[in-house]
């Protein structure tokens, strides 16, 4: 199939001349299916993988149907953290400055840890577009500093965490004060069941587009070590002798973990920094910025920088502990290998991990099974040998195990003679078995 222009998607000249200084030469399948729908005033549900230009898939539309003759709100933007509506507002921003229309086109961050007072004087000329998380939106819209009736479209961008932290109540309250034929825009990396009632409250036959048709970005490899006996830092400082990252986040599956791991980590050498949600906003805030300035090479983080946060420049993901659900894991990965970037993800894994693993494989990933050596990573046994040795184990062979008899003495030459006796079970346990098909 030809990929279409950003122009044959029906954008504006001055549109045009952004996506250039954009350097955006061609769109994403997830822009290139609802960009044209979005122009058309229709609601859209768009589901695609991290990474996938999802952000500028609705700002673009957004932006080419901007009224200036009207100084009111047009589009509302909500978040589910302060860092990635921040993150939004800095591509708002930028968009403005590339159409040269900082004067004309007014947007408005609206976010909590900011004075409250300050922005209700600052909201008394409407922007005409809002971008900020839904609980200070909200706040503002209920003390009448703000009104969002007037807004022709709502976009709810990572739906999925705004579900999961909460936020989808606010939002609700939101929507019931905006027109009823308001045009919604959902964005997010996988779509729960439970938003559905959300979604049928909300939506009338919008577009829906799911962009699944790779598993995780072809230019990513995936090379799986098993932990053994070891520890997580040192094995850490191993694949840190084997890469030259321009910036490796490394995941934990927790708070306390990841500030375990990276008090390890500095005695072991490595030049790390830390982000999780027990950080307050003000520390976080500090950290994103030491981040963007390189300050550090190795970044210890939980799973609100896989989905709350983008963090530019990731060349290596690396899983200190691998989550449970699938789903995690792509999200994680998806930090690296952006935009047709290449990327590598490295994960540590033990037994507890073989059911994902499998479902990973089962559902098409390519996974490098390896370990290191002299700074260099070499092929390693892949982790089911011992899984598929267990599979060949028949029940005949177990049961016969049961029933050989445990000598108190171990004397020389006991492992053979049991394995022989076993054998013997085993023959008259198949011979009765086949006896009774028999009958």
Do not use: C
Not at 7 to 26: D, W
Not at 114 to 123: G, I, N, S, V, Y
Request: glycine content about 6%; overall charge positive.
């Amino acid at each position: 199939m030809t990929k279409k222009s950003f122009q044959s998607l029906g954008m504006h000249p001055v549109l045009s001349k952004v996506i250039e200084k954009l350097q955006f030469r061609e769109p994403t399948e997830i822009q290139e299916k609802v960009i044209p729908s979005i122009i058309q005033g229709k609601s859209v549900i768009g589901q695609s993988r991290t990474g996938s230009g999802k952000t500028h898939a609705f700002l673009l539309p957004l932006f080419n149907q901007i009224d200036t003759s009207k100084r009111e709100v047009q589009f509302v933007i909500t978040a589910p953290t302060r860092e990635l509506a921040i993150q939004i507002y800095d591509e708002v921003k930028k968009i403005i400055h590339y159409a040269e229309k900082e004067e004309i086109w007014i947007p408005k961050l609206l976010i909590g840890g900011t004075d409250k007072q300050r922005m209700m004087e600052k909201l008394k000329n409407p922007p005409h577009i809002i971008v900020g998380t839904p609980g200070r939106i909200l706040d503002l819209v209920t003390s009448e500093a703000l009104s969002v009736y007037s807004a022709k479209t709502f976009v709810i961008d990572e739906a999925d965490l705004m579900l999961d932290l909460g936020f989808i109540n606010d939002v609700d309250k939101l929507l019931v004060r905006a027109k009823q034929d308001i045009q919604l825009l959902v964005f997010s990396a996988t779509i729960p069941e439970r938003l559905q009632h959300f979604f049928r409250k909300y939506l009338e036959n919008p577009l829906y587009v799911r962009i699944d048709d790779h598993f995780s970005p072809e230019t990513m490899e995936h090379r799986f070590i098993a932990l053994k006996h070891r520890s997580k830092a040192a094995v850490i400082k191993e694949i840190s002798k084997a890469i030259q990252p321009y910036l490796a986040l490394i995941f934990t599956n927790g708070k306390n973990e990841a500030d375990e791991l990276l008090g390890k980590l500095l005695n072991e050498g490595l030049n790390a920094g830390i982000i999780h949600g027990g950080l307050t906003p003000r520390e976080r805030k500090r950290v994103l910025k030491e981040i963007q300035n390189l300050k550090y090479e190795y970044v210890v983080a939980t799973d609100l920088a896989s989905r709350g946060i983008d963090i530019k420049g990731v060349s290596h993901v690396i899983n200190a502990g691998l989550p449970k659900e699938e789903e995690f894991y792509i999200h994680r990965v998806g930090r690296t290998a952006r935009a047709g970037q290449e990327g590598t993800a490295i994960s540590l894994y033990t037994e507890d991990d073989f059911k994902l693993i499998d479902n990973l494989e089962q559902k098409g990933l390519t996974i490098s099974y390896v370990d290191i050596v002299d700074e260099a990573f070499v092929e390693a046994k892949p982790w089911n040998k011992r899984q598929l040795r267990q599979k060949n184990t028949t029940v005949l062979e177990k049961e016969a195990w049961k029933q050989v008899r445990k000598s108190k003495k171990v004397k020389p030459g006991y492992k053979k003679k049991m394995k022989k006796e076993q054998e013997n079970i085993k023959r008259k346990l198949a011979a009765k078995q086949k006896s009774k098909r028999r009958r």
